[in-house]
Structures are given as structure tokens and as C-alpha cells.
């Protein structure tokens, strides 16, 4: 079978530079060519590193970064995997779109657009659909993308908990990694040895992307779920890895042993299909009474190829009438660049690439 020729987007971040990552020996694509912007033109991959727990082979490290043309690159690939900032990914994505190019992007520009879905596959893997009523559709192109990194990390539990038990309100508050602010990030003198209770339009971005996430699609758009969602957002001083407290109205009333047996045993289409990125248990559910971590569980996920992209839930208890949890999922693989590749399997398998 040949592998489909694809492109990453912003190879100098830690976004890109975790999709390089994603495709190394890839069953289904091959990375033509590693861009970013003019500054680093010409640069070795391996001179500009900034993933720290994942040896990168030679070919990969010897490979230089290339300026970003859009011309060239949709004449080159039929997929592009977006790492760079939204201000620049909203244009750039855009007239990728309207040359054929297939874009999956870890950025936010389109995330609300009226047919552009935020997709996990696990969750809504029909919204899939959607990419037909975009206007770039007839050329080939279209633009897919993963949801934010704080609001990937909840979607699945989510998803689980409303397919069993129906959800009518979530609190949530967020411990985030310093990751997520891309490189180099918060300043290490606001970062050590403090938490910083404001992450810009953060808390915004997870109210509505979830009631997309998991609500409905027709060919008039998306139809948000009716369930309330709040949230309150910090930055952590851990290098990767969401930590996210839960309080949740059901609408009826399980055991904890049942609310846990939903969470353990969610599977999704990606599981269905074996996608080579997806978890084989996508919710992992750890009993002790000090977990998740990050330290411990941020790169949850089986087989090899998926590791860091099933989350782990913990702490499941219930209390005046509300159930509460910690989920964690790490930030830059099952909500950043793993999201996107992830994405871009299922439409290998659906027939859409």
C-alpha cells in the first residue's frame, strides 16, 4: 500500500515537532517536508529540538526545515498537520483548503466555523461529514480540527458519562501544563514555584468547543448539546500533562462501581477501526486514592504508537448529590498533535483522504 504524502506545518514548535514525532514510520503517511517560517530555513531538525522524551531517528534529526510556501507544498502532499500560531494558521489553513490540501490543525482558527468540526474520534466520529458542505470541498480540500488541549482531555469521560447516564452540568477547574503555552512558554520567574489562575480565553474556548464536541451535525451545521459547562483555568508548574478537576450533575444516579465501569469500558469507533494511534483503552481508570499524576500517568496509552493518548480518571467519588473526579491527559500528544493524526487515521479508513 502507498503512503500518502503528507507535510508538517511549524516543525520548530513543540506542537509540529510532536506531530514529527506521531509520523515517524507511520503505517499510512510519509513526511515530504518539515516548514516552518523563514528563520529557519535550511536549519537541521535536530539542531531545533525541543521534545525531550523521545529520540528522534537520524533521518529524521538530519532532515533540514523548509520556509513555508503554499504554492509548492499543496503541488508536494495531500495532507498538511497545522503546529502553527491561529493568527497565522486562519490564512495559511484556508488557502491550503482551496488547493486540495487535506489540513488536520492543533490550531483554533476554524474551530468554530460553521461546518468545520472539532472531531475525536471516539466521540463524533460522523461530524466527519461535515467536511462536505465546506467550500473548498470540490477541490479536495478541507481543513479538520482537534479540539483544545483542556477540553480533549474531559471530551471522552464526557462522552462516556452522557452515553450511559446523561450529563446536565459540568464544573471544571484545570491544572495545565506549562507546555501548553507552546515554547518557550511562561516565564520560568512567574512558572517556579507558583500557579497562575488566568490562561487567555481558555476558559471560553472549553465552554462552547464541548457542547460542539459532543452535540450534533446536519448539512444546516452543528447543534451544541444542552449541557452547561463552566469552567476555571491555571497554569501549573508541570512540564506536560492537564490535570482537571470535576464536579458533575448526572441525570440519574449510578453506583460509583457503575460510574467507573462506564468510564473503563468506553470504546469508540477508533478503537473499532484499530487506528494506529488509537488507545486501546482510551479512559483509563486508576484506583488509588493519589491518582492521576502526570509525573505517572501523562503517557498513558497502548500499543507503543499510542502512548500519551488515552486519558486516566481517578478520585471517582460522589457527594451531595454530585459526582466528582480528576481526569489527566497529556497535553501536547492526546490534545495537541496525537488529536490531529489521529483525526487524519480515521479519514484514511473512512475513504475521505
Known amino acids: 500500500m502507498s503512503k500518502i504524502s503528507v507535510a508538517v506545518l511549524g516543525a520548530t514548535g513543540p506542537i509540529g515537532q ?24 535550511g536549519r537541521r531538525f535536530g539542531d531545533v529540538i525541543k521534545i525531550r522524551d523521545h529520540e528522534f531517528s537520524e533521518e529524521t534529526v538530519e ?24 493568527d497565522l494558521a486562519g490564512p495559511t489553513e484556508s488557502e491550503l483548503a482551496k488547493k486540495g490540501v487535506a489540513v488536520f490543525t492543533n490550531a483554533g482558527a476554524h474551530r468554530m466555523d460553521k461546518h468545520v468540526p472539532i472531531l475525536i474520534p471516539e466521540i ?24 483544545n488541549c483542556s477540553s480533549t482531555g474531559i471530551a ?17 477547574s484545570t491544572y495545565q501544563a506549562l507546555s501548553g503555552a507552546g515554547y518557550p512558554g511562561v516565564p520560568s520567574l512567574d512558572a517556579v514555584g507558583n500557579v497562575v489562575p488566568f490562561i487567555d480565553k481558555e476558559e471560553e474556548k472549553m465552554e462552547i468547543e464541548l457542547a460542539k464536541i459532543l452535540g450534533g451535525y446536519s448539512k444546516a451545521g ?27 450533575k448526572l441525570g440519574s444516579s449510578p453506583s460509583l462501581d ?10 469508540g469507533e477508533a478503537q473499532s477501526l484499530k487506528l494506529p494511534s488509537a ?15 502526570p509525573v505517572y500517568d501523562a503517557l498513558a496509552g497502548s500499543p507503543k504508537r499510542a502512548k500519551g493518548m488515552a486519558c486516566t480518571a481517578g478520585r471517582i467519588r460522589e457527594s451531595k448529590g454530585y459526582y466528582k473526579m480528576f481526569v489527566l491527559s497529556h497535553n501536547t500528544l492526546r490534545g495537541g498533535a496525537g488529536g490531529s493524526v489521529l ?6 479508513a473512512r475513504g475521505l483522504l
Open 63 to 86: 532532515t533540514k526545515i523548509r520556509t513555508m510556501d503554499i504554492d509548492k507544498i499543496s503541488k508536494n502532499v495531500r495532507v498538511v498537520f497545522s503546529g502553527i500560531p491561529s
Open 18 to 41: 510532536r506531530f514529527v514525532q506521531m509520523l515517524e514510520d507511520h503505517p499510512y503517511f510519509d513526511v515530504e517536508g518539515l516548514y516552518a517560517s523563514e528563520r529557519s530555513e
Open 343 to 348: 483525526n487524519a487515521e480515521l479519514f484514511k
Open 222 to 248: 452543528f447543534e451544541p448539546a444542552d449541557i452547561m459547562v463552566m469552567a476555571n483555568c491555571a497554569r501549573v508548574p508541570v512540564v506536560d500533562g492537564h490535570l482537571e478537576s470535576l464536579t458533575l
Open 258 to 267: 457503575e460510574l467507573s465501569s462506564a468510564l473503563s469500558g468506553f470504546r
Open 279 to 293: 488507545p486501546d483503552v482510551p479512559i483509563v481508570v486508576r484506583a488509588e486514592k493519589d491518582r492521576p499524576q
Open 124 to 147: 463524533n466520529p460522523d461530524h466527519s461529514e461535515s467536511i462536505r458542505q465546506q467550500e473548498t470541498y470540490g477541490s479536495g480540500g478541507y481543513i479538520v480540527t482537534n479540539a
Open 156 to 172: 471522552m469521560p464526557l462522552c462516556a458519562m452522557e452515553n450511559e447516564f446523561g450529563l446536565e452540568q459540568v464544573f471544571v
